[in-house]
């Protein structure tokens, strides 16, 4: 019997111990003991987008959409499995004092395969950006090295948030995408579909929204009939936060709650965070859902407990050290994603920069930590702001916040920041003026500052008080080297004519500060590249709500952007040559090592990535390479 | 002439030229350019309580509750020339711009010579405690270094809050302190009389509050007759912010604001921090006060300003560089007075610690950069946290939260970082549990976190999810290594029992991670005591309201403490040998250099301060010291 089977056996075997009420309790994210069956209570609920997330102590990864930029297959599962490595030590660690705590379990709800479909989402910057083939790939790579490939599975991963989802937030309990079946085949369901063909996903989160009509974590068409038949995914299926009694309390689709959890079971949604499947014992007590479909989900959630080595003293995992958590070697690969992360969009000769210069670094996110750590994040025991960074390689900076990172209130007895920006600019060789968005400024409903908008952007401009900032800046300097910090796409129109160099810089993560340090002084290059469209204006785009992609990133949209899907510059002139359709000679010319990233694109009947490939390149070499269209 | 007669003659030629209306703009914080005289704009507001305050990049020394802790007179001198150089510094920048906004003046509203009556009070970590001696000498010292004693004044000065003022912070505004003979000359003004006798402070700040039914910016008994005839003092009086608005609105002891503001500068009130001094040409028209008198505060103000060499290019300080600002050098003060600020209360033969144990840092404030600023602070461009300190020394440490900082809300998916802190214990050798308050938990109205209280506290009680990691750190580790960060006094009591070793850190400034940690590791001997009293409970003390010093601070408190006024220890035995009333020899055994703070009490008719040292004190060394009663 393969070891799968021997799962499902176990599982079915110990799910028949159990009464209808025990059943159902374990369908439930926050599961409790079953002590006369020796079963702990066990929290499924755990986050790990770019590290070991809200349980203490991990290394922070960049964010989501910063490691996309890197478009490197390799350096994900790498992240995975040093994620997995930290997991494991903390789920040990809290095994052994019986802790099982909200985010101390192996059940991680990552990674976020959603599709970026529209700058103004929140929580875009969770994702891979939006080309669906990226996000496939590195998608895969992720589960690959978090999962593994033991005996036991290393930890689990969830594919979320199933099927279309990517804003608004505000509403997003009982919005309704409206998806057309070319945008579901080539863009929404893309990634699903790839990971579970290319990975082994142990799990399915169903968003909060309606599809077509159809709650998603309730939906006939696309759960039950495409995710389970059609695709036959093998795995357990867990509601969002909520979103089970979001039917009833927003979609409107049911009398109660009771209902709402029955046509979620019924649709093949296993696992509920949240309250409604407390009301499964009245539904299986109505017949609106029967125990033998109550036993086949919890027999999918044992399964997956057995698959962990859950219940096994022996597991191979259980020896993972503590020491692993946030260790050098984690921090090291951190730095190595981290620098791989930082696209640099323009350098008109300034960059990289000579460390005897006189240096102004300016900007409220230039000491900032919160956007190293992006959303969704560990605490690091070690970290380097960008400031920071900056001041390893140069004695003679000079600092000033010189704005707010946001609008607030404006009391009389308020510090006054922009002239001593404007003086510190102005008495500078060279300006590194840092300027951007924060997690507080684009995020999740309830997470973000602007409440108004529940975390989503309302245009692609930074805040009044930095651009106030960057026009005095660039009125005083003519040497600026623009580091925008974002997780989503911002109008940098007036830059791009502006500035001598423009870096992007995703949230980078606890190392973010010595990455851009050692690309800005030239100690590595960079070769990131943009996972999403930089448009110039919100105006160029259809309705947030419109869940049609026409018009609509890099594959779609008819205008003109600022800097486009795939930019990214380096040290080095590097040519690409192709020798035939899939084969390329590239010609690194210049002194930088680099890691090159290598895009294939197809042009009809509209661009569209067809392959990838991360190339290490020598300096001064030449080198031939095979790349396939992959689709 | 003298210079002052030169000043004074410069300021009358010059206010001779205005005309009502231009001299009453003068009086207001915010003064108006007046171009036909050639006059600029002047913002008067500025703070330097311990840097130069909201003016961006300074050095941000130890808050003064800290410097007080250090006994060291010689260090606040040292402290206020290095803040004046960083204020002359960057007031020459501004005015390169021509710019005059908030906080770009070199008149600052700092000592805080209030006495620390009450352990309640928010703002009481701005002061140097509870001992009029203490405050008065020390307050002193940062006067000389900050005023300087050249043809120009380098800053000026101000004493606040002028006459009893310590709280409560709700209600301030229209409090009345009642305060009797005794103690208002052994308490309250004591500091006040000692600074203008023995330094030449430029400024008094008038009180929110009244003192025994009249409002200190407005009183004639304690403003008019004491400040001005009988302590004879020379200098210009300003209004708190808003305080004489204050009269009308919560004093309810004017009907309008023009005779608020004709009270208060018929009372000896020269400058308006606020906007009642608008008011004041109308209160001219109506009689309600002389154009002599306005003359008489004008020419006060533009003595002040002629002083400052404000109308004169060749002023000795405007040929201080920016260069001065947060350097390595006022680094390096900063780091000794950090050193000297930090008090070590309890060691059970575990410190100095051997930075090969296995080391666990806990606690929500342990990565704090807050806790380092205290409040009205400037921004380092460098700062060390307790943890980064800690981590300097030593390669395995554990970090844990532990806990919140302070309750918020607690959403069912918040992160539950206690059991991470309890491994983290368990599986080290020791623990340093870092745990306080943080200047959102004490502050000034309106400032602070704890909106109830408008910033002052309500016990001497840690947070409640502080209470809650104390306790269960304290079962799992035998060896707690307490750091209490607060800037006013925390009920050590069980601590006192539970730790092995308790080190008492007022907010510590930009340096103060690698203070703690050269203390903690043995680099240098802690030598700090305690300026204030460490009381076990609120009720031992009278209401917060009541402003009789009866049972307050160690002078007149009856019941125990849990640490006194003046405790401290080092890494030495040090004793002290009286060979005669004023004549001690000092026999330091022990390896460690020591600037030792040398406390002189008088116990009849109660204990009180009469003269302190601070002693160079050599490793293993005798000395013989002279030290009189300054009392």
Redesign the interface.
């Known amino acids: 019997m393969d070891k799968e089977s021997q799962y499902k056996k176990l599982a079915k075997e110990l799910v028949k111990k159990m009464t209808i009420a025990e059943k159902i309790s374990q369908m439930r994210y926050d599961s409790p003991a079953i002590e006369r069956l020796n079963i702990p209570s066990y929290n499924w609920?755990n986050e790990a987008l770019h590290g070991v997330a809200?349980?203490?102590?991990a290394t922070v990864f960049p964010q989501p959409i910063a490691m996309a930029a890197s478009f490197n297959e390799k350096l994900l599962k790498d992240v995975g499995i040093a994620i997995s490595d930290e997991a494991r030590a903390?789920y040990n660690?809290?095994k052994?004092?019986d802790?099982t705590?909200?985010?101390?379990g192996l059940t991680f709800w990552s990674p976020n395969i959603n599709i970026f479909r529209d700058p103004r989402w929140g929580r875009g910057h969770e994702t891979y950006g939006e080309d669906p083939l990226l996000t496939s790939k590195l998608a895969c790579s992720f589960i690959n090295g978090m999962q593994g490939n033991g005996k036991y599975r290393k930890v689990d991963t969830t594919l979320k948030h199933f099927l279309a989802h990517s804003g608004p937030e505000k509403g997003r309990h009982g919005f309704n995408s409206i998806v057309s079946e070319k945008d579901l085949y080539e863009t929404y369901l893309f990634a699903f579909k790839y990971c579970i063909e290319n990975s082994d996903p142990s799990a399915v989160m169903g968003a909060y929204n309606a599809i077509n009509g159809e709650p998603c974590c309730a939906s006939p068409t696309y759960l039950k009939k495409l995710l389970l038949e059609d695709l036959n995914f093998k795995g357990y299926v867990v509601s969002d936060?909520g979103a089970i009694c979001d039917i009833t309390d927003f979609h409107n689709m049911s009398d109660n709650y009771a209902q709402s959890a029955a046509k979620a079971v019924n649709n093949g949604c296993d696992l509920n965070c949240g309250k409604a499947y407390h009301h499964l014992v009245s539904a299986v007590a109505a017949n609106l859902v029967s125990e033998e479909k109550i036993t086949e989900c919890v027999e999918k959630l044992f399964t997956a407990r057995f698959r962990l080595g859950l219940f096994d003293d022996e597991c191979e995992f259980n020896k993972i050290d503590?020491s692993v958590v946030d260790s050098k070697k984690h921090q090291d690969l951190n730095l190595q994603v981290a620098r791989e992360s930082i696209v640099l969009l323009k350098n008109d000769n300034i960059l990289p920069l000579d460390s005897n210069k006189k240096i102004a670094v300016i900007g409220p996110i230039a000491?900032s930590k919160e956007v190293l750590l992006g959303n969704y994040n560990g605490?690091p025991?070690?970290y380097t702001t960008i400031?920071?960074g900056i001041?390893n390689y140069c004695k003679t900076?000079?600092?000033?916040?010189g704005s707010k990172v946001f609008e607030e209130s404006n009391?009389e007895?308020?510090?006054?920041?922009l002239?001593?920006?404007?003086?510190a600019a102005?008495?500078s060789d060279i300006t590194i003026l840092a300027l951007g968005l924060t997690p507080q400024l684009e995020g999740e409903e309830?997470d973000a500052f602007n409440s108004d908008m529940a975390g989503d952007k309302i245009d692609l401009n930074w805040q009044k008080c930095q651009r106030e900032l960057y026009n005095e800046i660039i009125k005083v300097s003519d040497n600026v080297i623009l580091v925008n910090v974002s997780g989503s796409c911002i109008d940098l129109s007036k830059p791009k004519k502006d500035c001598k160099a423009i870096i992007q810089c995703f949230y980078p993560g606890a190392e973010g500060g010595i990455a851009l340090s050692d690309i800005i002084f030239g100690k590595v290059s960079p070769s990131g590249r943009l996972p999403i469209s930089f448009y110039e204006k919100i105006e160029d785009l259809p309705p947030f709500e419109d869940y049609s992609m026409e018009n609509r990133t890099y594959k779609y949209f008819k205008g003109n952007c600022v800097y486009n899907f795939g930019d990214g510059l380096t040290y080095n002139k590097i040519s690409e040559e192709y020798l035939d359709k899939d084969t390329v000679k590239l010609i690194n010319k210049g002194k930088y090592d680099i890691n090159y990233s290598l895009l294939k694109f197809r042009h009809i009947p509209n661009k569209k990535l067809v392959a990838f490939k991360k190339i290490f390149l020598e300096a001064n070499s030449e080198t031939i390479v095979k790349i396939e269209d992959e689709i």
Chains 1, 2 share one sequence.
Not at 54 to 57: A, L, Q, T, Y
Not at 397 to 401: D, G, K, L
Not at 413 to 417: A, G, L, S, T, V
Request: hydrophobic letters at 25%; glycine letters at 4%; a positive charge.
């Open positions: 609920w809200r349980s203490g102590n903390k660690e809290f052994s004092i802790s705590q909200i985010y101390q936060c503590y000491d605490t025991s070690h400031l920071k001041q900076t000079r600092y000033a916040r009391p007895w308020e510090e006054m920041p002239n001593e920006a404007i003086l102005k008495n309830g």
